[in-house]
């Protein structure tokens, strides 16, 4: 089975920075789509951002583009997302997700096949 570990997250303030891991086992990671997703109380899932198993193509939700980055070592078979100019509204859980489902890195809760337990990011004003 595999398993994705998330961690990096914490309390920050507003305008700060995180970076997040994923880190992945049981898996041939480079085969794997991989993306974010993050969950604030009493709201749906919501993409944040995905990458492609080479890491050479990667798309942003349009309200983190410009301050969030994604990217991938394979070697590591680690995952990360790098957060700046954070914002209150950015409070929420965080997730990382695994495809076998696509190769293009997809928006899409529903192309995902394994994820993690999630970390929690909390940006006070």
């Known amino acids: 089975q595999v398993h994705l570990v998330e961690s990096g997250g914490g309390l920050v303030q507003a305008g700060g920075s995180l970076r997040l891991s994923c880190a992945a086992s049981r898996l041939t990671f480079s085969n794997y789509a991989m993306g974010w997703f993050r969950q604030a109380p009493g709201k749906e899932r919501e993409f944040v951002a995905a990458i492609n198993g080479l890491g050479s193509k990667i798309y942003y939700a349009d309200s983190v583009k410009g301050r969030f980055t994604m990217s991938r070592d394979n070697a590591k078979n680690t995952v990360y997302l790098q957060m700046n100019t954070l914002k209150p509204e950015d409070t929420a859980v965080y997730y990382c997700?695994?495809?076998?489902?696509?190769?293009?890195?997809?928006?899409?809760?529903?192309?995902?096949?394994?994820w993690g337990q999630g970390t929690q990011v909390t940006v006070s004003s």
């Open positions: 997700a695994a495809s076998m489902k696509v190769w293009e890195p997809s928006v899409s809760v529903r192309d995902y096949d394994y």
